[in-house]
Structure formats: structure tokens, C-alpha cells
């Protein structure tokens, strides 16, 4: 006991030595890919969110965190622009009728992500890359004459996406990188049009605070329409509302995480510490042995040899008169039109089947010889009985 004492001052020491050293080193910076409107890191996109009308003046701003069917279905928006900026946005077959049904209406949808997810690829042809061609950042820029000559670039490879397929019939491109792969692209529907961007990075808060950043993504998104109303989705950065649990909020901290992380692993040798000093063996302990089917198999194979049909169709019959009596409260000592009757009313079997299993019932009964045929006939019966009875 006096040596566990020892180990456990020992690690309470170290956990407090750990938590004083993190809590006054300075704070590192969060380079997580989140993309989310509420995250003021450099990969976070709450300066677009809450600058969004520099590019969509007098807009109304409305976020959800939803399924794009459920926003446009239960919600009932019926215009306005909707814009999704995630790392991956993987739309299903009723989120992309749903979203075309709107499109179709007059309406612009604007998507930026890494990868588009396997509806997008289905209808459009969508494949998304994200690869550096050379060290540096990789430049991207517009295919309008007027803005063909700048191009862009901003590095943490914020820039190196681009499109490796897409349907070309139906797809417009606005915009390519250096080496002439698109990315961006505009699918006409109806009174809408589709955008997608392959680099979500670039309407992040690191490019906004950069001048070729800011430049790029108030551009692409000129190319939208605005219409008074803009729908800003979060559903594919933070899920649905409600989905966050207090654990995840607790190892998003660096700090927190680290901490639960060596109290976990100390509480976890302390067990296995304890686990092999005072745990005896435990003796294993045969379960008993299930002979039931082995015992019936023997008791059939005894009346199978003897070949003494009547006396199983006997014990059939009285079996089956039981299940009656049990079921459904019926007498059965007289087998007449009355009996039958009210077993076809309760039972809910078949008028002919429930005939013929009472005439055999009462041919079983008188002692008549029963042949093979005539066994398996009953038990044919019987069995039918049990499949057609309520």
C-alpha cells in the first residue's frame, strides 16, 4: 500500500508540473481546417460570414445547419442565394433534386469544397484534386477577358485545388489555375445557375487578411447573384444543431485534451497495476452440456425403427387437440359440425383444411391403421394448421 501512494504522488506531481508548463507556454496556432462561420482561427470562415454583405449589400443572412432538403423543404426559402463552404460536401440523391428544384426557380447556389461526394460525380462528372504541381503556392485566376491577367495564389496550399473531370457539355468554366485546369465552374439550370469552387481555403479568414486572398473570393463571388437573401449553410462543418456533446467540446482545447489524455492513461496502469497484485485466477467453468436435440433425435429414430405409425399419429393428433384446447378454449371430446365451426371462426384457417385435419383427428382416434402417406398427410396438415391460425 505504501509504494502505491508513492505512485500516485509521483503522478499527481508530473500531471501538475504538465498543466502549469502548458497553461503559461504561449499559445500555438490553430491550423485545424474547420471552415466553420463560428471559428475565428486561420482556417475558420467567420470574417466572410460577417462581411458577407460587402459582397451581397442589403442582403439578409440566414444560417442553418440542416440537410439541404430539409432547409428548402421544412423551412420553405424559396430564393435567395445559397452558399456552402466545407472541406467535403457530400450531397445525397433527394438534397441534389431538391437543390436543382431550386435552382431551376431563378435562384444561384454556390458551392467551394475539396471534394463534391459521389452525387455531384454521378450527375456532373465532378472530380476534385488537391495537389501542389511545384513548391509554391499555385496560381489561379479568372478566364474573363477582363480579369485574365491576375492571377492569385496564397499559400498553406490554399490554392491547389482544381477540377480533374467535369462534364464539359454542361459546364462553363470561370475560372483556372496556372497549368489551365479549371477551378471554378458554372452549370446553367433553368432561371439558376450551379457554382463550384475546388478551393474552399480561399474564403477562409488566413486568405481573407491577405490582399490577393480577399481579391480572389470577392470576385468568385460577384459572380452570383444576390437576391436580398442569403442562405449560409453549416451543416457540412458543424453537423446538426444538437449534435455537439460535451466531451467533444472538451478535447477540442489542446490544453484539456492533453490533460485527459494522462489522467485517462494514469487511471488505466493504475488498474492493470492493481488488476495483476490482487486478481486471482478465476477457474473456467464448462457450461452444462444441451442434450435436448441429441434425446429427441434418439426418441425419433426409436419410433422411426418400430414403424408403428398409428401410435405417432396418436400422439400427434392428442398434441394438436391440446394446442386446440390451450388456444382457443375449445372442448374437444366431440369433433361435430358445432366444433368446426367455431375453430374456423377462431382460428381464421381454411373451412376444407380444418375438415380434413378433424377427419383424420377422428380416424386417429377410432384406432385406424395408418400408412405412411396418411402420417405425413397429417403432419402436412398440421403444419398447414399452424401457418394459416391466427
Known sequence: MKDLKIYIII??????????????????????????????????????????????PGAKLSTYREPVYNVITNDHITDGTYIIIADEVNLNKYDYEQLTRYIKKGN????????????????????????????????????????KDNLYDVDKHSSDGYFNAFKQSEGIVLGENEFK????????MGKGALFLNANPKMFTNYSLLQEMGAAYSSIA??????????????????????????????LNNIN?????????????????????????????????K????????????VYYEQRNNTNIAQKKAEYFMEHIRTEYSLRTNVLDEEFRNAL?????????????????????????????????DLNRNIEQFYIEAR
Not at 454556390?110 to 501542389?132: C, K
Not at 436580398?228 to 446538426?240: C, F, H
Not at 484539456?256 to 477457474?283: G, T
Not at 377427419?359 to 386417429?364: E, F, I, K, L, S
Request: hydrophobic letters at 45%; charged letters at 20%.
Open 108 to 147: 444561384d447556389v454556390f458551392i467551394a469544397a475539396s471534394s463534391f461526394g459521389r452525387e455531384l460525380y454521378d450527375t456532373l462528372g465532378i472530380v476534385a484534386s488537391q495537389a501542389a504541381r511545384h513548391g509554391s503556392a499555385t496560381r489561379i485566376g479568372f478566364v474573363n477577358t477582363a480579369l
Open 221 to 250: 463571388l460577384s459572380f452570383v447573384k444576390n437576391n436580398k437573401n442569403v442562405v449560409w449553410d453549416e451543416y457540412y462543418t458543424q453537423g446538426r444543431v444538437g449534435s455537439e456533446s460535451d466531451m467533444r467540446v472538451f
Open 11 to 56: 503522478a499527481s506531481a508530473l500531471l501538475v508540473v504538465y498543466l502549469v508548463a502548458q497553461y503559461n507556454k504561449p499559445k500555438a496556432t490553430d491550423w485545424t481546417e474547420t471552415l466553420c462561420d463560428t471559428n475565428k482561427i486561420p482556417f475558420g470562415t467567420y470574417i466572410l460570414q460577417n462581411r458577407i454583405n460587402d459582397i451581397f
Open 344 to 376: 374456423v371462426q377462431k382460428s381464421g384457417a381454411t373451412p376444407e383444411l380444418i375438415s380434413t385435419l378433424v377427419t383424420q383427428v377422428v380416424n386417429v382416434r377410432i384406432g385406424s391403421h395408418i400408412n405412411d402417406t396418411e402420417l405425413i
Open 256 to 288: 484539456l485534451r492533453w490533460a485527459f489524455y494522462i489522467a485517462f492513461f494514469s487511471l488505466v496502469a493504475f488498474v492493470l497495476y492493481e488488476m495483476k497484485r490482487r486478481q486471482r485466477i478465476i477457474p473456467v467453468i464448462e457450461p452444462l
Open 181 to 188: 485546369d479549371a477551378t471554378y465552374l458554372e452549370f446553367k
Open 290 to 301: 444441451n442434450t435436448s436435440v441429441e434425446f429427441a433425435g434418439i426418441v425419433g429414430q
